[in-house]
């Protein structure tokens, strides 16, 4: 399969490429026509989960592969770092759940050891007063009244996003998920809740989605009740463990500080222009975040509306902030650490602690329009640090101790990822385009963003890198 010879049925091949290129509206000179030798049988561009995943299949399966990276390590929105402490953090994604079957799987196989995101104690949830309000595992901080409210509105939005189907698709395109969430829970407090939720979420104001993009991310999600099952497990050691160990597979596969600079494809292969030079491959898979495709030379090479949808996409904003403590203070009391705070600052607190860690950890997420708001308030990591601890003072309603350490990383000033956790289509994006990320020619897409299961987790961006590996497979062999 690996094979480059060029026999009659490769050359009746080269005609029929030609032809489905012309048909997809890229022109094809006669010099691009011509057959050109190749470098390899893959390039994947981008070592996230997605391309690793992609390449590791796709050189299980004897073909040669060539992964380009544009940072100095792999991992993509995957970051895991050792505090001086030595205690291990995750600056990206970390969450990991027995429902989502793909990162279940690369950990089993990996021979990961996890433990829980919940640890035993009640929660706190801040009103839109600002008032903290502690809970326990099985309640709600709802009056009776409001329990009833939030349930009814739980099952009518759940039963809208539900039954979304693809007739349904311009017509939900076109409303924005804040008025379409708006329109289905009862009552200002519930709006806030779900909609804060829902936007600390996605890393967005909901006013920049429509609800068929909403809808979409929740059916690969399982619905609302998968949502609610989405962050069960810390991995120990930090989620980079997974990403360490693809590359593994890929021993002297992988270019970093490679960036890729152009993109063109013909009739037998990809031209991949990079910082170490240029390579010919017969496919390539983009695993890239989709805000990035501008910044390879890609746009020039997809149909209009394509990048008529592209134009379309929001980047989603966060900083993670982590706090260390020298002691869990913050389970005195029986409280767990975990804070919901829908909408605000800092939202979706937890205890982070690594099992066996010296020291203890307090993770919080700042996303959408209160991700600018802390740019400008707190420009620097030590500004941002300190205003989670004083955030933390003032619901806990005490002094807490000062942070012997900690990060805080801004995921919107990262030059390779533009953001987190995930970007979105916009208004209209879905109707410009429903096949955005359909093989095209030559090119593969993966990366969270383009998965049918759990997009913007883990999950989604592997089986997104399975897919792209199974569709070249079948595409080389065909």
């Known amino acids: ?39 390899h049988d893959v390039i994947v561009v981008g070592g996230g989960l997605a391309g690793l995943t992609a390449a590791r299949r796709a050189k299980e399966q004897g073909l040669s592969v060539l992964l380009l990276e544009a940072r100095d390590r792999v991992g993509g929105r995957v970051h895991s770092e050792a505090l001086p402490s030595g205690t291990r953090i995750d600056l990206g994604a970390q969450f ?33 007063s600002g008032d903290a309000v502690s809970y326990g595992p099985e309640q709600e901080p709802l009056s009776f009244t409001g329990q009833l409210r939030a349930l009814w509105s739980y099952f009518r939005l759940g039963s809208a996003m539900d039954g979304v189907s693809v007739t349904d698709m311009a017509d939900l395109d076109a409303i924005n998920a ?46 609302l009740d998968g949502a609610e099952n989405a962050e069960q497990w810390f991995i120990d050691g930090g989620a980079g463990v997974l990403a360490d160990y693809q590359a593994s597979h890929l021993e002297g596969g992988i270019l970093t500080r490679t960036p890729v600079s152009g993109i063109v494809q013909d009739t037998e292969g990809v031209t991949v222009t990079s910082g170490a030079g240029t390579f010919r491959a017969r496919r390539v898979v983009i695993a890239t975040p989709p805000q990035l495709y501008p910044n390879l030379g890609l746009m020039p090479v997809l149909p209009a509306d394509r990048q008529a949808a592209l134009g379309t996409f929001q980047q989603g904003r966060v900083y993670k902030t982590l706090a260390e403590f020298e002691t869990p203070w913050w389970r ?28 203890h950890l307090l993770v919080a997420f700042t996303s959408g329009p209160r991700a600018d708001e802390l740019g400008a308030q707190a420009p620097d990591e030590d500004a941002r640090i300190t205003a989670f601890t004083r955030f933390l003072s003032k619901t806990y309603g005490r002094d807490v101790p000062d942070a012997i350490g900690g990060r805080s990383y801004d995921w919107n000033a990262d ?40 997009r913007s987790y883990m999950d989604g961006a592997i089986q997104s890198g ?13």
């Open 466 to 478: 399975e897919r792209a590996a199974r569709a070249i497979l079948a595409d080389l062999a065909a």
């Open 332 to 359: 005195e009391g029986g409280l767990s650490g975990a804070i919901d705070n829908p909408g605000g600052m800092f939202h979706g607190i937890s205890d982070a602690t690594p099992a066996g860690a010296s020291t």
């Open 96 to 128: 990991i759940s027995d429902y989502q079957p793909n990162v279940t799987a690369l950990g089993k196989e990996a021979g990961i050891t996890t433990h829980p995101v919940d640890v035993p104690g009640d929660y706190l949830f801040v009103t839109s």
């Open 1 to 39: 399969m690996a094979s480059h010879d060029w026999t009659r049925r490769r050359m009746l091949g080269t005609a029929a490429g030609a032809s489905a290129l012309m048909a997809t509206g890229i022109s094809v000179s006669a010099t691009a026509a011509r057959a050109q030798p190749v470098d």
């Open 178 to 223: 804040a008025d379409f969430i708006r329109s289905k829970v009862w009552g200002e407090d519930l709006d806030r809740l779900f909609s804060g939720n829902f936007a600390d979420g996605l890393c967005m104001r909901l006013e920049q989605i429509s609800a068929y993009e909403l809808m979409q991310q929740s059916e690969t999600m399982g619905g």
């Open 415 to 454: 030059g390779f990822s533009l953001g987190g956790y995930a970007s979105r289509r916009g208004i209209g994006g879905w109707s410009t385009a429903s096949d955005l990320f359909a093989p095209f020619g030559h090119l593969h897409f993966a990366g969270t963003e383009t998965a049918d299961e759990w």
